[in-house]
């Protein structure tokens, strides 16, 4: 499957992962999530792309990623490795970690 943008929402399903860094942690726990999700994009037929940024606050960082099914985030923690990884996190950050649907996609009206 190839990632693409259209003007209708496909039935997507992202996962949203808001990792809150202890103070001073927002580098390491980028780092750390940046393994996880190369190690997935590597290995998990399910994984379609993902976005993670840093907060400009310094508190933050967030993973919006998405995959084909709602089932490919069991097959995600399944895998030992993928937990090894995504568990270093817990070392440096606490997270909110939840899965969504597509339900309306808006874009810009088009200029006359």
């Known amino acids: 499957m190839i990632p693409a943008f259209t003007a ?22 980028f780092r750390l999530i940046q393994d996880v999700v190369h190690y997935v994009a590597g290995r998990k037929p399910g994984f379609l792309w993902s976005n993670l940024a840093r907060s400009t606050d310094g508190l933050t960082v967030v993973n919006i990623e998405a995959i084909s ?3 490919d985030v069991g097959i995600f923690f399944s895998d030992p490795i993928f937990l090894e990884k995504f568990r270093k996190l817990d070392t440096v950050s606490s997270s909110e970690f939840h899965t969504y649907t597509v339900g309306d996609l808006v874009l810009p009206k088009a200029s006359a």
Do not use: L, R, S, Y
């Open 8 to 29: 209708e929402p496909a039935p997507t399903t992202f996962i949203v992962n808001v990792i809150h860094a202890h103070p001073g942690k927002q580098e390491e726990a």
């Open 69 to 71: 099914d709602p089932g």
